[in-house]
């Protein structure tokens, strides 16, 4: 198993990767009040190994997808952590995806003005990006984590175990997360060059969600509000974002894969990168979407993209 550090400034934390990572919780919060909050998804697949895991734990159940990623959801998890007399050394523990590390994560920085968080990302996108870092936020007025905050958990435990029950479009939408870092990092972007071929072996994902982490740790010690270096890690998201809500029915991941794709011909156009390197961005995404959809009326997207909290100015 690996452990890797992410130095923050407000509260650094630990990932521990590998097999087993997920029964580490009882090893490190042994005593301690948990309260788990999942999706109806990972309740079905694993109320068994929830009770293994947390015994005793209260278990808040919302529902599945990016959908309930909104302010009703979120307080519905704050009622039920006032119902659980919940207190400030309580551990929250974010058990699925991004949608629910994104709203357990806020409801914990929230709750008595934060309570100790604990991320288990049981999908590939949120074990190689969304669970480290910090960001937590809620879906408002038609747009993307509009309402958030940093707010680092404790500890991440990504437990390679969780994946063997996602759908192959779960698996491509960690890879958009896992090709981005790669276009970002040189010696994961030749990795994953070099290991075209595995791409949907469960194993080597796994193997290659470290390195993904490692990176994203370095960079969020660097800046961890997102006002310098941490900008990289949108990559894909703005244009990605925008074609999400315009559009839906296709998963984050894939978006972003499209987004990078589309992304590098504006950064081609601009001068921001030179065309063999953008040649080398579409080169990446075609590993895992080798044919980019046509969008009608594209340019409804503009006012989405114009919303996005990235942006520095109004109008920008």
């Known amino acids: 198993m690996q452990i890797i550090e992410v130095n923050t400034k407000s509260r650094p934390s630990k990932v521990y990767c590998g097999e087993g990572a997920a029964e580490k919780f009882s090893e490190l919060y042994a005593g301690c009040d948990a309260f788990v909050v999942t999706d109806a998804n990972v309740a079905r697949l694993y109320a068994a190994r929830i009770g293994e895991l947390f015994p005793h734990a209260p278990v808040c159940v919302v529902p599945a997808g ?53 991320q288990v990302p049981t999908t590939l996108l949120a074990q190689v990006d969304s669970s480290v870092g910090g960001k937590t936020a809620i879906d408002y007025a038609g747009v993307k984590n509009a309402v958030g905050a940093f707010y680092q958990p404790e500890t991440v435990l990504c437990d390679p175990a969780f994946l063997h029950t996602l759908p192959p479009r779960e698996v491509k939408c960690g890879l958009g997360e896992v090709l981005k870092t790669g276009i970002l990092d040189a010696a994961i972007g030749e990795k994953l060059q070099e290991n075209r071929g595995r791409l949907s072996d469960l194993s080597y994902l796994s193997e290659l969600a470290a390195d993904c982490i490692r990176f994203k740790a370095r960079i969020v010690a660097e800046d961890e509000r997102e006002s310098g270096a941490r900008r990289c890690l949108n990559l894909g998201h703005t244009t990605g974002h925008a074609l999400e809500l315009a559009y839906g029915r296709r998963s984050h991941g894939e978006y972003v894969l499209i987004g990078m794709w589309l992304e590098s011909f504006i950064a081609e156009r601009e001068g921001v990168c030179t065309p063999a390197h953008a040649q080398y961005v579409r080169d990446t995404v075609a590993l895992v979407q080798p044919r980019i959809p046509v969008f009608k009326d594209a340019r409804a997207c503009v006012k989405y993209a114009l919303l996005d909290k990235k942006n520095s100015a109004r109008g920008a």
């Open 66 to 118: 990016e959908r309930s990623k909104n302010r009703n959801t979120l307080f519905k998890i704050l009622d039920a952590m006032f119902a659980a007399q919940l207190h400030r050394s309580s551990v929250v523990v974010a058990l699925g995806g991004g949608v629910i590390g994104d709203m357990a994560g806020l409801a914990a920085a929230l709750y008595m003005r934060g309570t100790r968080l604990v």
